[in-house]
């Protein structure tokens, strides 16, 4: 206790606390956080760091052995950790708003991917499939991979578009991200968002066939077949 001044502890060069009636009669009251005491593991840990800093041929040649590789993940992994038991339970509009960024692109990748693998697989099992033998099924697994490699190319024009939008940020960190709750909800809106994409990409199922671009595999085999019944003229 500071003899001038009884009541009062002594002052230390730590964060200084003012309440009002400390500051009417201009005190300062200064509280002390305990730390908890070093071990010899940490004061050793803390030596071969500075060693490290203070010698950069001594740290490039620690770089390269298999343990700091190892050593850096477990770094990466408790600062992960550390970073995750802190992090505040995000609010429901953060929620609100994690959930819309995931679920509005991903109804445009699902409608994209299946709108494409049809007509693409249509037309290739329409203009290649007899041509050269192809299967049905054969075509719609190459209108997979054709609506696939459109899909990763316009990915950046839907999140653009999304963007554009004026959505609100959901302002959540990195480590709030990794919350068990907020992961769970991220794989809930995008599983949303791709079944309602894929199920909308499914029109041209429901194309009349008057307004066809190309003719069907079926209205080619059927005029093959008509053709082939067909009398050969006599001369």
């Known amino acids: 206790m500071d003899p001038k001044r009884p009541g009062v502890a002594r002052a230390l060069p730590h964060r200084c606390l003012r309440s009002r009636p400390a500051l009417e009669r201009g005190f300062c009251v200064h509280v002390h956080h305990p730390q908890e005491p070093e071990t010899e593991e940490v004061k050793a840990l803390k030596a071969a760091a500075q060693k490290l800093l203070e010698e950069p041929a001594l740290a490039a040649k620690v770089a390269k052995t298999t343990a700091a590789a190892e050593f850096l993940e477990q770094c990466e992994a408790a600062a992960a950790d550390s970073e995750q038991a802190e992090a505040p339970h995000p609010t429901f509009r953060q929620l609100e708003l994690y959930f819309l960024h995931n679920f509005i692109p991903f109804i445009g990748f699902g409608f994209c991917d299946n709108a494409i693998m049809i007509l693409a697989g249509d037309y290739i099992d329409a203009r290649l499939g007899l041509t050269l033998g192809l299967s049905t099924m054969?075509?719609?697994?190459?209108?997979?991979?054709?609506?696939?490699?459109?899909?990763?190319w316009i990915s950046g024009f839907i999140e653009t578009f999304v963007a554009s939008t004026g959505l609100q940020h959901h302002n959540?960190?990195?480590g709030q991200m990794e919350l068990l709750p907020v992961r769970i909800v991220k794989n809930?809106?995008?599983?949303?968002?791709?079944?309602?994409?894929c199920i909308l990409g499914m029109f041209p199922l429901i194309y009349p066939e008057d307004w066809r671009f190309w003719p069907s595999r079926h209205d080619l085999e059927a005029a093959q077949d008509h053709?082939?019944?067909?009398?050969?003229?006599t001369n």
Do not use: C, K, Q, R
């Not at 075509?139 to 696939?148: C, E, I, L, V």
């Not at 053709?227 to 003229?233: A, G, Q, T």
């Open 138 to 152: 054969a075509a719609a697994a190459w209108g997979n991979t054709f609506s696939d490699v459109i899909g990763l």
């Open 172 to 174: 959540l960190t990195s």
């Open 188 to 197: 809930t809106s995008m599983i949303a968002g791709i079944s309602l994409g």
């Open 227 to 233: 053709l082939d019944l067909e009398p050969s003229p």
